[in-house]
């Protein structure tokens, strides 16, 4: 299975005159487009925190942006990848990636190498470009070494490659942005197909971004 975590924190810093609400379901809605779109693997959103409550609220907020049909997952009390990942092994998955709904542009080549990793790694990452990361693969159910990631953490690559029991349990592919504050929006690449959403409330709203680079 591959998951758009939503949080709090998606969506919480968008840049001056567009509304934090709609920015959290346009990025949540093009993260999951990017998954929707990957053969061989079902998608499905995981909104957790750590109140019950509003983790049913985002839950609710995610069911508007996905396709019919597509599970939405409530997770609460333990962190967030524990729990999201919890959910997903009670649905059956044997294997699962977990993706930042702040990631609207991630190509899917990057989740496929992360999927190709668990041929030998019991977890997989992509870090981030300013530190966390942007997605989390990894075999369920959920070994008990990563101890409780969060994909927030800035130095969460660290402790997991101090945690890990022996070195090939852990596998890195190349990392990717995420878009965290106003001025990670210059990340985007206007000539990159996809985040589509994200696009046009920036253009509706704030004008196009400018080119990266």
């Known amino acids: 299975m591959a998951a758009v975590l939503i949080t709090s924190r998606t969506g919480a810093a968008p840049p001056p005159g567009v509304d934090r609400g709609s920015f959290a379901s346009a990025l949540t809605e093009d993260s999951y ?17 750590a109140l019950p409550e509003r983790a049913d609220s985002l839950a609710a907020a995610a069911a508007e942006v996905v396709w019919p049909g597509t599970p939405v997952f409530r ?39 992360l999927f190709r990793a668990l041929g030998n790694a019991e977890v997989a990452v992509c870090p981030a470009e300013s530190g966390g990361l942007v997605a989390l693969a990894a075999r369920l159910p959920f070994p008990e070494w990563p101890g409780e ?48 959403n994200t696009r046009a409330l920036l253009a509706g709203r704030t004008g196009p971004p400018p080119k990266s680079g």
């Open 149 to 196: 990631p969060d994909l927030d953490d800035p130095d969460v690559l660290g402790a997991l490659t101090s945690a890990r029991p022996e070195r090939r349990a852990l596998s890195t592919v190349p990392g990717w942005h995420r878009l965290r504050g106003p001025a990670d929006i210059s990340r985007l690449d206007p000539g990159l197909e996809g985040w589509e």
């Open 33 to 49: 487009e990017v998954l929707a779109g990957l053969e061989l693997c079902e998608s499905t959103v995981v909104a957790w925190d």
């Open 75 to 113: 997770a609460g009390g333990s962190t967030s990848v524990r729990g999201a990942l919890e959910k997903l092994t009670g649905h059956g998955a044997e294997q699962a990636v977990l993706v930042s709904a702040d990631a609207p542009d991630l190509p899917p080549l990057l989740i496929g190498k």
